[in-house]
């Protein structure tokens, strides 16, 4: 007998209903499951899963009962509604975009007269961006299949709901391209919605990027262009369209794959064309303009070394879904990525400062691009730096000797602090060395900076403008940091305890020197008289980097909101949230890695050096070509930056009467009684200094680096025998390497 009930319960189970293929995907992603998941319990592959959920197949017992009692429990945790239509996987709330930029800033703004108002300081309280975080526990939705034929449907309205997407880009901006063994081919996007890829080739894929995917972005600015769609080849679709999983050594040193491979040979035979880079790590895809508009598709094959892991970290090795995930936060918030997050950081500018302008030609009622300067931009042509700008080996230096070592009257050394001293007897009695890392600190010097954007004037003996931007030959040895102006008044410090604001090593310069405008306007703002020699002026000048600094400003707050890190926080609130916040969305860290290496890149970029290419010193390199290779403004960000730090150094040691032990770019590191931030940054009232250090989110404000003791700060220093050793470098975690050392 009970063979014959077995046999009935196999008989029903054969034929067990299920709900739509719609309302499986739904029920599937309110509970937070992905498809591998689901394909675990049940023993089958996510492809075969995949399948159910867009209809293609249907279950067969012995998994259909289990996969029948699944949805069963899901409905009853989550009945459909039936006022709402049935939708696919909203995107999560943890990747709202930063908002784009409402107007296009009008010439009048780009080009700030002199008089302009300053920034607000960074020390001022800012409200963070509109950005509705999710909370860090919520389950994020999962990726929801469908075919690419299917229209999307419209999301339910909610608080964190999204501004109307562009229809033409309404899968998102990219695409994570994988295969299975079965030879299916999906392409997993931002909010969890994956499409059914038809494409049997490259040429294929380009195609159908263009044509059915509708992916890409919107223009950043009014005279920009939609940023183009980029498709992401993880290693299985790489072998699936007959592509190298990995590239050589020789092919890695050439950044490409040989012209002759069988792919490339398809993409000519298409009439698609590869940039002069060839098809790389980053490969863009395209055809010359036409009256339709443009057509170009961008390729990233992190299995090649596309996502560098000093920038996104482990973002390689993470499943389409999350990588989807990740890449697409960064595209919402920051932009498409071009490139390295350094190409894209330079890319950010141009997007949201064009060059040029389109205009219809009269005669062919074509587009075509104006032929002058869009306002406020840098222009299409690149201008010539100024000599004391060049960098060694720049074709204006081809004169110098070749084994000349240019000196600070020669050169503009504007780099980043990099400082220490020893500990005084006081300050080995405390019981910690707290360190404090400036938030953001390159992007905050950027905010409200004033920089040329074009080439340089040479003036002798010029009156010094604190805003005019340019490069200027001046003696700051008299400069005497023993007593110094704070605000309007004068205060006596211990000079011996401070670095020099002028060099990065903090040495007192010895005579004249070639400085950007920031460092010398600080020198008259701590109460002394300057006096330049000669100078490199630029007359046309704006605030070119404020858009930039916006958009990332915004992306990073909005990131840190995911992670419970909000501007609005006390003190004590901020430093408790901060703790182990990463931990909290290993993917959204990702994100915020991304995110700041976009801001140290970009501005690095701004002097890019020779990369091989056969150069050789005196001649011309790649990036010269560029009108974003401007290292004055580079020089600028990074002397304002640095300047930025040193004045709240100041205004520390005046009110505290403490003074950091060392300084390693945007972090410094004092002996405290205690190991908390709190035990170095005072608060009165519940208000910080004026002027000074203060906790928060915001970029400029500082957070807790790491926290050592002052007794391994001496070890170290003895161990090495170097008792200016830069503490601040190693305050994080404490350990140091024989590599970190010299030794």
């Known amino acids: 007998m009970s063979e014959l009930f077995d046999a009935i319960d196999a008989l029903v189970a054969s034929a067990s209903p299920l709900p739509p293929p719609a309302e499986r995907r739904r029920l599937r992603a309110a509970h937070g499951l992905t498809l591998d998941q689901v394909a675990g319990a049940l ?30 429990q899901l409905a009853e945790l989550y009945p459909a509604d039936p006022a709402a239509p049935t939708q696919d996987a909203a995107a999560p709330a943890t990747l709202t975009p930063a908002p784009a930029p409402a107007t296009t800033p009008t010439p009048a703004t780009d080009r700030a007269p002199a008089t302009a108002a300053p920034p607000a300081p960074e020390n001022t309280r800012t409200s963070a961006p509109p950005v509705a975080p999710a909370p860090a526990a919520e389950p994020r939705p999962t990726p929801t299949a469908r075919p690419s034929t299917t229209p999307r449907q419209p999301a339910a309205k909610t608080a964190t709901a999204e501004p109307a997407a562009d229809p033409r880009f309404e899968n998102g901006p990219l695409a994570v391209v994988d295969a299975d063994a079965d030879g299916q081919v999906l392409a997993y996007c931002v909010g969890g919605l994956v499409l059914d890829v038809p494409a049997k080739s490259i040429p294929a894929l380009v195609d159908w990027t263009l044509a059915e995917a509708k992916l890409g972005a919107p223009k950043l600015s009014g005279p920009g262009k ?9 290693e299985a679709a790489c072998e699936r369209y007959g592509l190298p999983t990995a590239l050589t050594q020789e092919e890695r040193l050439s950044g490409r794959i040989p012209e002759g491979h069988k792919v490339i040979k398809q993409l000519v ?40 892991s000093r920038h996104w970290d482990t973002a390689a090795q993470l499943p389409p879904a999350e990588l989807a995930r990740v890449l697409g936060a960064y ?110 600190a390159f992007a905050a010097g950027a905010n409200g900076l004033i920089v040329g954007l074009g080439a340089p004037t040479h003036v002798n003996s010029p009156v010094f403008d604190p805003k005019l931007p340019g490069s200027w030959l001046v003696d700051l040895s008299h400069v005497d940091l023993s007593r110094v102006k704070a605000g309007k008044e004068w205060v006596d410090l211990d000079g011996s305890l401070l670095p020099s604001p002028f060099t990065p090593k903090g040495e007192r310069p010895e005579g004249p020197a070639w400085y950007a405008t ?29 858009g930039w600094y916006n958009r990332l400003r915004d992306a990073y707050l909005a990131t840190m909101a995911d992670f419970g890190v909000d501007a609005n926080l006390s003190p004590t609130d901020f430093l408790a949230a901060m703790d182990g916040y990463k931990s909290r969305d290993p993917e959204l860290a990702i994100v915020l890695t991304a995110i700041k290496a976009t801001v140290k890149g970009g501005i690095g970029k701004l002097r890019e050096r020779p990369r091989g290419e056969g150069w050789r010193s005196g001649e011309p390199w790649r990036a010269l070509s560029r009108p974003t290779w401007r290292p004055d403004i580079r020089a600028a960000v990074i002397a304002r930056t640095r300047i930025n730090l040193h004045r709240k150094v100041v205004k520390h040691a005046a ?89």
């Open 226 to 234: 939609p940023a183009d769609p980029l498709i992401v080849l993880t």
């Open 43 to 72: 023993k089958v592959r996510r492809a075969t899963v995949s399948g159910w959920e867009l209809g293609k197949t249907e279950p067969r017992p012995p998994e259909r009962e289990a996969y029948a009692r699944l949805l069963r």
């Open 331 to 440: 595209a919402l918030r920051v932009m498409t990525p071009r490139g390295s997050t350094a190409v894209t950081g330079l890319e950010l500018m141009t997007a949201l400062h064009p060059p040029t302008y389109a205009v219809r030609d009269e005669a062919t009622g074509v587009l075509r691009q104006a032929d002058d300067k869009n306002p406020g931009s840098l222009g299409k042509d690149p201008v010539d730096c100024a000599p004391c700008e060049a960098p060694d080996g720049h074709p204006l230096l081809k004169d110098v000797p070749r084994f000349h070592l240019r000196g600070p009257a020669e050169k503009i050394f504007e780099e980043a602090f990099d400082w220490a001293r020893p500990m005084t007897d006081v300050e080995c009695t405390r019981s910690h060395l707290v360190g404090l890392d400036v938030n953001m």
């Open 269 to 308: 035979r298409a009439q698609w064309q590869l940039t002069k880079r060839g098809f790389g790590p980053w490969a863009r895809i395209y055809r010359p303009a036409q009256v339709a508009g443009r057509q170009c598709v961008q390729l990233c094959l992190p299995s090649w070394g596309a996502l560098d």
């Open 518 to 546: 920031p460092t010398v306007a600080y020198a008259v703002e701590l109460g002394y008289d300057v006096a330049p020699s000669e100078a490199y002026v630029r007359y046309e000048s704006g605030r070119y980097l404020d």
């Open 655 to 743: 009110f505290t009467g403490q003074y950091p032990v060392a300084i390693n770019s945007d972090c410094v590191v004092y002996a405290a009684d205690g190991p908390s931030a709190l035990d170095v940054v005072p608060y009165r009232d519940g208000n910080p200094i004026p002027g000074g250090f203060k906790l928060g989110v915001n970029p400029g404000l500082v957070k807790h680096e790491g926290t050592q003791s002052t007794l391994w700060g001496e070890e170290v220093r003895e161990q090495y025998d170097a008792p200016e050793l830069n503490l601040a470098r190693y305050i994080k975690d404490g350990t140091v390497t024989d590599k970190d050392t010299g030794e």
